[in-house]
């Protein structure tokens, strides 16, 4: 299988489990049987949320959702039936060190769900913790080697969060850090991993302010050969305004082919009917709506730019 995936792709995530656990239902493992049936409840409202926006305006081909197994193996199971894109989780919820969920067998659990991608969520800095990154780097070569020789596509979502050194830099101000020091953090974390033998498909990486920080990590991704390598622009949880932004600055590079956009989309519709606030039904209607305009936010300007360009 060759490197890489270039279709658009608006992938909806809601992989998340130790801050879904602690945020949303104030509840630490080991779960209950009545807790974990909430919880699987909860993210069944949010898929039916992706599915109603398919019925509207949301190409299903370029329709996806990342969900964990813990939560969401019917889930992953009901959209590989239905033909969607499918990314499953890899990683240990809640630790800042990137590590297999299920250890050593973690091909085992890829196989079976078969899902379009594998994903892994890392929280890298090149110039944090150098014996961290080491360790991380051996699991996550470990992890692109299996996806190669079994033709599994991989998905590496990136987070770069600030040394203390780097937030003394700009005064702790995070807009500042993600504008002046992020970006080539990012760059450089893309070509050292690349260097030790990491080669994931798609990267997800945070929104980025610039078009020209977007084109420069594209370029970087698809350095020498890997011209069908992805890049899609995750939310972070920001606010709404913000993140209409980073899609519309991404949508405007070619290369950048979509987004991942979870709780931003979900974490307030569902907050609301977990609190009994709203129906199940309009949690499900408002998942919707926020995600598909993601979607007509991102492809309005990737229309725009192609008929500009």
């Given at each position: 299988?060759?490197?890489?995936?270039?279709?658009?792709?608006?992938?909806?995530?809601?992989?998340?489990?130790?801050?879904?656990?602690?945020?949303?239902?104030?509840?630490?493992?080991?779960?209950?049987?009545?807790?974990?049936?909430?919880?699987?409840?909860?993210?069944?409202?949010?898929?039916?949320?992706?599915?109603?926006?398919?019925?509207?305006?949301?190409?299903?081909?370029?329709?996806?959702?990342?969900?964990?197994?813990?939560?969401?193996?019917?889930?992953?199971?009901?959209?590989?039936?239905?033909?969607?894109?499918?990314?499953?989780?890899?990683?240990?919820?809640?630790?800042?060190?990137?590590?297999?969920?299920?250890?050593?067998?973690f091909g085992k659990h890829i196989e079976a769900f078969q899902?379009?991608?594998?994903?892994?969520?890392?929280?890298?800095?090149?110039?944090?913790?150098?014996?961290?990154?080491?360790?991380?780097?051996?699991?996550?070569?470990?992890?692109?080697?299996?996806?190669?020789?079994?033709?599994?596509?991989?998905?590496?979502?990136?987070?770069?969060?600030?040394?203390?050194?780097?937030?003394?830099?700009?005064?702790?101000?995070?807009?500042?850090?993600?504008?002046?020091?992020?970006?080539?953090?990012?760059?450089?974390?893309?070509?050292?991993?690349?260097?030790?033998?990491?080669?994931?498909?798609?990267?997800?990486?945070?929104?980025?302010?610039?078009?020209?920080?977007?084109?420069?990590?594209?370029?970087?991704?698809?350095?020498?050969?890997?011209?069908?390598?992805?890049?899609?622009?995750?939310?972070?949880?920001?606010?709404?305004?913000?993140?209409?932004?980073?899609?519309?600055?991404?949508?405007?590079?070619?290369?950048?082919?979509?987004?991942?956009?979870?709780?931003?989309?979900?974490?307030?519709?569902?907050?609301?009917?977990?609190?009994?606030?709203?129906?199940?039904?309009?949690?499900?209607?408002?998942?919707?709506?926020?995600?598909?305009?993601?979607?007509?936010?991102?492809?309005?300007?990737?229309?725009?730019e192609a008929i500009l360009g």
């Amino acid at each position: 299988m060759s490197l890489g995936y270039n279709r658009p792709l608006y992938l909806l995530p809601f992989d998340h489990r130790h801050s879904y656990l602690t945020g949303m239902f104030h509840v630490t493992p080991p779960l209950t049987a009545d807790q974990h049936k909430q919880v699987v409840e909860s993210k069944q409202v949010i898929y039916d949320g992706f599915r109603r926006a398919l019925d509207r305006d949301v190409p299903v081909a370029s329709a996806g959702i990342l969900v964990d197994e813990e939560f969401g193996a019917d889930i992953l199971r009901n959209a590989a039936r239905n033909g969607f894109v499918t990314a499953l989780s890899t990683e240990k919820s809640g630790s800042e060190e990137f590590e297999f969920e299920y250890g050593t067998a973690f091909g085992k659990h890829i196989e079976a769900f078969q899902p379009t991608f594998a994903k892994a969520l890392v929280r890298y800095n090149p110039e944090g913790d150098a014996a961290l990154n080491q360790r991380q780097t051996i699991r996550l070569r470990q992890l692109s080697a299996y996806c190669q020789a079994s033709g599994q596509k991989f998905m590496f979502e990136l987070l770069v969060p600030a040394t203390e050194a780097q937030k003394d830099r700009v005064r702790a101000e995070a807009i500042s850090y993600d504008q002046r020091v992020r970006p080539a953090l990012v760059i450089q974390t893309i070509l050292t991993l690349q260097e030790a033998g990491v080669e994931p498909d798609i990267w997800k990486v945070e929104g980025l302010d610039s078009r020209d920080d977007c084109e420069r990590v594209v370029e970087t991704a698809r350095r020498d050969g890997r011209g069908e390598v992805g890049c899609i622009v995750l939310g972070r949880g920001a606010d709404e305004k913000r993140v209409a932004s980073w899609l519309q600055i991404a949508a405007s590079v070619p290369g950048f082919i979509g987004f991942a956009v979870g709780r931003t989309t979900f974490w307030n519709a569902i907050a609301d009917f977990v609190a009994k606030s709203i129906t199940r039904e309009e949690a499900i209607s408002r998942i919707a709506q926020r995600y598909g305009n993601w979607a007509a936010i991102f492809e309005l300007t990737h229309r725009s730019e192609a008929i500009l360009g």
